[in-house]
């Protein structure tokens, strides 16, 4: 089997040596161009696999020679474009994203990370090599995921719902970390910082959905994301975003619904314009709650204020996460407590849920057959034939 062709375009020499070197440590056959427009020449004349693009070179700079590739790439074809940048800049990436290119790392980075992305991207191009083929509509449904207190496990029932409905439903998943100030998407699927953010999509006037698909982190457990800022200042830039022009946010959520069959967001424990925003345009919202009394009196609050919002008590649905662990209040208690029944369930198993947390690797990734695997599965699937129930009702 022939090796993967990878173009270093890169005008310093030391780079390309160490970039060369890399490759071929790993296999990969290299070819090299030093200014934008070689690469252009070299991408049309030797069919690589993947580029590799410095930002800043001569002739013609990366952003450039990205774009002249892509217009000259034939229908049904398309090579993965990695930027090599010297900054995480959100403008700079957005422009790369719209020249073309399918990610960006910056230097300096660890030889592993680059390889990690190189092996993804080579991945990906593989499988969807060949002809466009037409996409089936979507089922377009928001879930949002909001805890009643933190540490109840919403991040890790959202997760880890979103992976049941992509493997074992065959859906289409995106999920959005609206977490702004303390997202963990990114350690709990172990991610780097560089990747985009919702920063990036609520910041672009033009927001389309060919630009939203590339902010959007494919990741290998086949979830698409949309993550968190890397830093709580930045969560400013989403909020005074969404007060300014809450149709950024619509526009945002609406194209999300376009592209995927299940958009799962994530959300912080505040009730404040946006969460209120996401409540309204939500389709249902799952209620993350254990079964202890603190947590029970805030659920008894959020039930409340979700009434004084005027929604159908069905949009709203609780979620008993830990359903199996000692507290002192079994569900019959709790439902007692909270005057409504609880809709679903997920068992305790905590060796498998901090052990997934600490390796970056979801349970129901690593373990899908594991007991817990096996709870949030039917949870999933419980979710879908509500769905499937809603769309049968609707073409009666």
Known sequence: MAATR?????????????????????????LVASDGAQAVATARESRPELILMDVAMPVLDGYAATEQIRAGEEAGTHVPIILLSSGADAAQRVRGIRAGADDEIVKPF?????????RALVARSGDVAGPPQPERATFGRL?????????????????????????????????IDANLQFGDHRVFLDLGLESASIVNAMSEVDLDLDLLRKLMVAHRSGLALLLAPTSPESADIVMERQRAQPDSLSRLLSLCRSAYDYTLVDMAKAIDDLNLQLFDEADVIFVVLNADLSCLKNVQLVLRTMDNLGYERSKVQL??????????????????????????????????????????????????????????????????????????????
């Open 6 to 30: 990878v173009l270093v375009a890169d005008d310093d020499p030391n780079i390309q040596r160490v970039l060369a070197f890399t490759l071929k440590q790993e296999g990969y056959e290299v």
């Open 143 to 175: 879930c949002l995921f909001y805890g009643a207190k933190g540490g109840v496990g919403t991040t890790t029932i959202a997760i880890n719902t979103g992976i049941a409905l992509a493997r074992d439903l065959k859906r289409r998943v995106g999920l």
């Open 110 to 118: 660890h030889p592993s990370e680059l390889i990690a992305r190189i």
């Open 319 to 396: 979620v008993l996460n830990r359903s199996n662990a000692y507290t002192g209040i079994n569900i019959k208690n709790a439902e007692s407590v909270l005057g409504r029944k609880i809709d679903h369930q997920v068992i305790n198993e905590y060796r498998a849920a901090i052990g997934a947390l600490n390796s970056g690797e979801p349970f129901m990734s690593s373990r899908p057959d594991g007991p817990l695997g096996k709870s949030v599965t039917e949870f999933a699937r419980a979710l879908d034939a509500e769905l499937a129930a809603e769309t049968a009702a609707a073409g009666a």
